[in-house]
């Protein structure tokens, strides 16, 4: 299914130029929403456009099709398979659910890991069975599904939403939605296993910057077992050039059983820690303008989510039984 947004224009060319058609979720050095070079045509200045949030229609939780593309309707249609993997599959145990909001707007950052990264699926559905207020999870990511026919509907009616400053402003500061990033993008996912656990930065801190302008906490997420669900052993490179991908990974499912790899996940046990949220409301709008400031708190975010790791790690027994 993050992690960095690019809220500032279509990047997707760019992108795809960099990376290949496919990238799992945020790109971490695309902090391009306070890039309007970037953008094409003529950017106005916000400052000059007038408030339209009063012009969004109310959220109506009993839509089965909401204005983002989730279905709810299909959401529940995948529900089996997905409970599936969580209950019984990765065996998911979860730690301070209590510290993702009830109501208000939150985002969510995570570290990533995985060929098929399998942990936003499960940070959903940890949200949907263990939490006293269940409530929808989007997911702010790259667009590297559009040149795949039928796979962009698809997680969109799960709740994939294109990485954008505009996005993210109305999901989170406007709608008061929760939303999950992963700030590692496909630095994250395409690690391979002796790399796993140890996590890339997180970018330039583009999830901060949109936290401070959407005035929504963070909560930081710990997750284990992702790694070794669907491990890379190697990267096939040329194979990747041929396929246009941004990697070729070599495991124990893929190439060799191709799309059928995304069910052929190990039976590792999963363990999700939700740590209290960080509150930003102390930093003012102009704090989003300091790149230094954003990027101190992006890496104090980073260091808090690897000393977690580091504990889960060090009290689990077994890859397998935890």
Known sequence: MVTEPSMGGPVEARAGAEEGAMASTFDPRADDYARPELTSGVVPERANLPDLRALLPATDDERSLDDWGRSESFVSLVEPLLNFY?????????????????????????????????????????????????????????????????????TNKLGMVSAHRDNAQRLLGDEGRLAIVFPEGQKGSRKVLWQRYRLRRFGRGGFVRTAIRAGV??????????????????????????????????????????????????????????????????????????????????????????????????????????
């Open 86 to 154: 969580y209950r019984y599959w990765f065996r998911v145990e979860t730690e301070g659910i209590e510290n993702v909001p009830s109501q208000g707007g939150a985002l969510l950052v995570a570290n990533h890991s995985g060929a098929l990264p399998p942990d936003g699926p499960m940070v959903m559905e940890a949200i949907r069975n263990e939490h006293p207020n269940p409530r929808p999870l989007y997911m702010l990511g790259e667009n590297w599904f559009k040149g795949f026919p039928g796979v962009g509907m698809l």
């Open 217 to 322: 906490p963070i909560v930081p997420i710990a997750v284990v077992g992702a790694e070794e669900a669907m491990p890379i052993f190697a990267h096939l490179r040329p194979l990747q050039r041929i396929s246009g991908l941004i990697y070729f990974p070599l495991n124990h499912a893929f190439p060799q059983f191709g799309l059928a790899a995304g069910l052929m996940y190990l039976p590792a046990k999963f363990k999700i820690r939700f740590l209290e949220p960080v509150d930003l409301s102390e930093y003012g709008p102009e704090t989003a303008e300091d790149s230094g400031a954003i990027q101190a708190i992006a890496e104090e975010i980073r260091a808090r989510i690897q000393v977690q790791l580091e504990q889960m790690l060090k009290a689990r027994n077994s890859v397998w039984f935890g």
